[in-house]
């Protein structure tokens, strides 16, 4: 097996793992980035599991979003993922494409959502989503609330900080904590 299959199925083996690689390293580098920008004041909320549509719950000041992580490795074929329709439900749900290269380097961002205080825009018309496992039959059954997303609904974005803008609008630095604030902490 070459290098590249061998990379590519682990990928696919072990595709919880690196999904939640991929999210634990996003919440770092977002709470790092803020910090060098002077933003203490943000909370971070992880959801047990994905009955609402969302992973992740991040507040910064008003605005509080509910994230859907997907993760996609760098020249993949995956063109579409699959979104829970109760992630429209939330004050400021919104879906974050991390893609990944194979070491889960991130390369870019794909951003679904609307401003920040705005709910999802509208996917209830979007193709039924189908179980990736079929049945016994192999009949892959529909998934009556989620929805396909095409990745040519998603805007790209190159750099961390202008996903920190998607999801809290502008946000203006601060000064960063200095070593005798932390000792007064």
Not at 3 to 17: I, K, P, R, V
Not at 25 to 44: H, I, K, M, N, S
Not at 70 to 77: E, M, V
Request: aromatic share 8%; with cysteine; net charge negative.
């Amino acid at each position: 097996m070459d290098d590249l299959t061998e990379q590519a199925s682990a990928h696919y083996l072990n595709s919880t793992l690196r999904e939640r690689i991929v999210e634990h390293v996003f919440v770092g580098d977002a709470l790092r980035r803020l910090w060098q920008r002077g933003v203490t004041d943000v909370e971070v909320l992880r959801s047990e599991f994905d009955a609402g549509g969302y992973d992740l719950v991040m507040s910064y000041k008003a605005i509080t979003r509910h994230i859907q992580f997907k993760t996609k490795t760098l020249g993949g074929q995956t063109d579409k993922v699959k979104i829970n329709l109760k992630l429209m439900d939330k004050p400021s749900g919104c879906v974050l494409w991390i893609v990944v290269t194979p070491d889960l380097e991130f390369d870019h961002y794909l951003w679904f959502g609307g401003a920040p205080g705005e709910p999802l825009p509208d996917i209830s018309d979007n193709a039924v989503a189908r179980h990736s496992k079929g049945t016994s039959l192999g009949e892959k059954r529909a998934r009556p609330n989620h929805r396909v997303l095409r990745i040519s609904r998603f805007e790209p974005l190159t750099h961390l900080d202008q996903v920190l803008t998607r999801l809290f609008g502008t946000i203006e630095d601060g000064a960063a904590p200095t070593a005798s604030d932390q000792a007064l902490g």
